[in-house]
């Protein structure tokens, strides 16, 4: 079940989210708060389970306008610190209203609840190959959220890394996430 984690965790937090508007230039988010803030983190959590509850309600109308698969295809290597990181989970979600929360929270060190089973159907998720190196295919055009979450090879800790990138109908981006 641990091995599962990272990739159940970078699909339940990209499932629709967006950390902000989409920008017509590329856009990393890499935000590493540690124990900053701990009573702000648990002040958002639900006094009955370990994961914050979502704010933002899923947005029907948003989703509807999304393809769930087009021509597209993004690739690329996960490390932290500076290692690949194996059979790590990765995930590939639409920019959305209903995205940003999760993925904001995510990059603060915040576990949501899971996403609405709706908007799962627009993820696109793998894991890594054993020297960090992924591929997903099938995507439509459009803005999207590229995470992959790991634990950390100097602390073992869990480590998620997200970036913002535009993908055109057939394109194929090559990517890094890094941290």
């Known amino acids: ?28 988010e890499v935000i590493d708060r540690g124990d900053a803030q701990p009573e702000a983190r648990e002040a958002e959590r639900d006094a009955t389970s370990s994961r914050a509850k979502r704010e933002v309600a899923y947005p029907e109308a948003e989703y509807a306008k999304l393809e769930k698969h087009g021509s597209a295809a993004v690739s690329g290597r996960l490390t932290l610190s500076g290692r690949a990181v194996p059979n790590a989970g990765v995930s590939v979600a639409p920019v959305t209203s209903y995205s940003a929360e999760a993925a904001e929270k995510a990059l603060a060190g915040v576990a949501v609840e899971p996403a609405d089973p709706r908007a799962r159907e627009y993820t696109h998720t793998t894991r890594t190959d054993g020297n960090g190196y992924f591929r997903v295919s099938d995507l439509p055009a459009g803005e999207f959220y590229v995470s992959g979450a790991g634990p950390d090879p100097q602390t073992g800790k869990p480590r998620v890394v997200i970036r913002q990138i535009s993908l055109g109908n057939g394109q194929h981006r090559e990517i890094t996430l890094s941290r």
């Open 1 to 28: 079940m641990k091995r599962y984690f990272p990739l159940v965790f970078a699909a339940l937090v990209l499932a629709g989210c967006e950390v902000v508007p989409p920008a017509p230039t590329e856009r990393i």
